[in-house]
């Protein structure tokens, strides 16, 4: 039986903004990409029920599936639409949130 190799991009997140990653999501999603779109979609709900109430790490999930947007626009369009449509909804959850915690968020994001 042959070993499943999977090769995961490099996040170059600190090198762009200075951003030092506190979760494996950027490996989550990256490795949820090889297995297709309900696979991601699962990873996705999977993140959501367990950090939704954590803002910081809610923060890096947007970011994440910001990059992965961006990381798949021009190679598949369908991935790039579902990561735009995940952003979106965790994007849109953050407005309920306190000030420091919405002031952290666009810190980071921005």
Not at 15 to 37: C, H, K, Q, V
Not at 81 to 92: K, M, N, S, V
Request: charged fraction near 30%.
């Amino acid at each position: 039986m042959e070993a499943l190799q999977i090769i995961t991009p490099r996040w170059n997140i600190t090198e762009f903004s200075g951003y030092e990653p506190m979760t494996t999501f950027w490996l989550d999603f990256s490795i949820a990409d090889r297995f297709g779109n309900r696979v991601i979609e699962n990873t996705f709900n999977k993140v959501k029920s367990e950090w939704k109430d954590n803002y910081k790490y809610w923060t890096e999930l947007c970011l994440v599936l910001n990059h992965k947007i961006w990381q798949w626009h021009e190679r598949d369009n369908q991935k790039a639409r579902l990561y735009d449509r995940l952003w979106r909804e965790a994007d849109a959850m953050t407005v309920e949130w306190s000030d420091e915690e919405q002031a952290y968020y666009f810190e980071i994001t921005d």
